[in-house]
C-alpha cells in the first residue's frame, strides 16, 4: 500500500529549519569551555572553582541582556538580531583564543554571553509565531534538536581539540565556525517573508509586560531557576569530577557532558510520542524525576561509561519538563513573545549563574554526595509542584491581532 503524503497542515514552516541551523552555531559555545576547565586552571594557576566562573559569568551575561535584547527584537526585528549576535558571538571566541591573562579571557566570554543572548530566546520566540499552540511543543523540539545537536558537538569536539590543540585552539575553531553559520543563516532568511514583518510598538511593548506578569503561569519563570540552578550548574564540575576518579584525558569529559546532549535529542525525537500519552504534567512529573534519578547517581561517583548513561537520561528528562515551561512561555503574551521568552532565559540562565557558586559553596562545605542528593530532592519536588499550580490559559491578549516582530 502506498505511503500516505504529510497533509500541509501537518508540515513544518521550512524557516524552522533555519532557525534550527542558528539554534545549532550559538549552541557550540556554551558549553565548550567546560572540557577542558582543568588546563586553563593550570595555565592561568587558578583554582577549578574560580575556572568554573566562566561558566557562571557567560550565564549571567546572556541572563541579563535578555530584558534588553527581547524588547529589541518585537521592536526592531527578530532575524535581524538573532544574525547580528550570531556574528559578535563568533568574534568573542576568536578573541578569547588569543588572550594571555584570565581577565581578558574573562572579558571575552561577557562579549561570548551578550551574542549567545540574542539567538535562542529569539528562535523560540520565532518557532512560536510561526507555528500555533497545538503544534508549538513539537516545532520547539525540532528547534531544540538543532540546539542539542550544537551542545553535542560544542562539548565532545572541545573535549578532542582540547587534546590536541588545548583550550585555545577550541575557541578559535568554534569562533570561526559560528561566524560562517551567521552567514548562511544570512543568506538562508534573504528574500522571505519572515524578515519583512511589522514590528511591535513601545506601547504595546509595555502592555505586553503587564500582560506576562499578570498571568498566574509566569510561575514557569521561577521553574526554569531552579532548573538552571540544579541542573546546568553541575556541568562546570564534572570534568574535575572525573580527575577525582583518575579520568584525565579531556576527550573523555566532554564525552561525559555531551551525554547530556545525546539524551535533548532523544527528546526531540520522541516528544510526538509521549506527550499524548503522558500529558503536559505527566510530562513535568516524569522528567523531573529522571533529572533526580540521576543526579543521586552521580553523587555516588561511578565510572565515565555509567556517568556518560546518567547524563544521557538526565538530557531526557530535563528537556521532558523544560519543553512543557518553554510551551507555558510562549503563550504569556502574544504581541510580546519575544519579551516573554527572553524573560523564559533571563530566569533560567540566572539559574545557571548561581548553580555553579550554589554547587561549589556545597561541595566545600557539605560535600559532594550531599550536595547532589539535595539537588536531587529539589528538582524532583519542582516536577510535582509545576504538574500541580501550571494550567493551560490563554494569554490576555489573544484576542488582538498579534503584532510581535519578526
Not at 516545532?139 to 538543532?146: E, F, H, K, S, V
Not at 575553531?173 to 519583512?196: D, E, K, W, Y
Not at 576518579?245 to 535529542?265: M, R, Y
Amino acid at each position: 500500500m502506498p505511503e500516505i503524503p504529510p497533509r500541509p497542515h501537518d508540515r513544518m514552516p521550512p524557516a524552522i529549519n533555519i532557525i534550527a541551523i542558528a539554534t545549532f552555531a550559538a549552541s557550540l559555545s556554551a558549553r565548550a569551555l567546560d572540557p577542558v576547565l582543568p588546563h586553563i586552571a593550570g595555565e592561568f594557576q587558578i583554582s577549578i572553582a574560580t575556572a568554573a566562573s566562566f561558566a557562571a559569568v557567560f550565564a549571567f551575561t546572556f541572563a541579563v541582556v535578555q530584558p534588553v535584547l527581547g524588547a529589541a527584537a518585537d521592536l526592531f526585528g527578530k532575524v535581524r538580531l538573532m544574525i547580528a549576535c550570531l556574528v559578535i558571538l563568533g568574534l568573542a571566541n576568536v578573541l578569547g583564543s588569543l588572550t594571555t591573562s584570565f581577565p581578558l579571557l574573562f572579558a571575552t566570554r561577557i562579549l561570548a554571553g551578550v551574542g549567545s543572548g540574542g539567538v535562542f530566546p529569539v528562535a523560540l520566540s520565532l518557532t512560536s509565531d510561526l507555528v500555533g499552540p497545538e503544534k508549538r511543543q513539537v516545532a520547539i523540539g525540532r528547534t531544540l534538536a538543532g540546539s542539542m545537536t550544537g551542545n553535542l558537538l560544542g562539548a565532545s569536539f572541545s573535549g578532542v581539540i582540547g587534546d590536541f590543540l588545548g583550550w585555545r585552539g577550541v575557541l578559535a575553531i568554534l569562533g570561526c565556525l559560528v561566524v560562517a553559520a551567521s552567514v548562511a543563516v544570512a543568506a538562508g532568511f534573504r528574500g522571505a517573508a519572515i524578515t519583512h514583518s511589522p514590528k511591535t510598538s513601545l506601547r504595546a511593548l509595555r502592555h505586553g509586560y503587564r500582560t506576562i506578569f499578570s498571568n498566574p503561569n509566569a510561575l514557569c519563570y521561577a521553574a526554569v531557576f531552579i532548573e538552571g540552578c540544579c541542573v546546568l550548574g553541575l556541568f562546570p564540575y564534572i570534568a574535575s569530577f572525573l580527575f577525582d576518579l583518575g579520568e584525565t584525558s579531556l576527550s573523555i569529559a566532554g564525552i561525559v557532558i555531551a551525554g547530556f546532549a545525546v539524551g535533548g535529542l532523544f527528546y526531540t525525537m520522541t516528544v510526538s510520542r509521549f506527550l499524548p500519552r503522558l500529558g503536559v504534567n505527566g510530562m513535568m512529573i516524569s522528567g523531573a524525576a529522571l533529572v533526580g534519578l540521576q543526579l543521586a547517581a552521580i553523587a555516588f561517583g561511578p565510572g565515565w561509561k555509567i556517568q556518560i548513561a546518567c547524563l544521557l537520561f538526565m538530557g531526557w528528562g530535563f528537556y521532558m519538563i523544560h519543553g512543557c515551561l518553554q510551551v507555558f512561555a510562549s503563550e504569556l503574551s502574544v504581541e510580546a513573545r519575544a519579551t516573554a521568552l527572553a524573560l523564559h532565559s533571563f530566569f533560567f540562565f540566572m539559574g545557571q549563574t548561581v548553580g555553579p557558586i550554589a554547587y561549589g559553596f556545597g561541595i566545600q562545605t557539605a560535600g559532594k554526595m550531599a550536595t547532589l542528593l539535595t539537588s536531587a530532592a529539589i528538582i524532583t519536588a519542582l516536577g510535582f509542584a509545576c504538574a500541580r499550580l501550571l494550567r493551560p490559559r490563554p494569554p490576555a491578549d489573544a484576542g488582538k491581532t498579534a503584532s510581535g516582530a519578526i
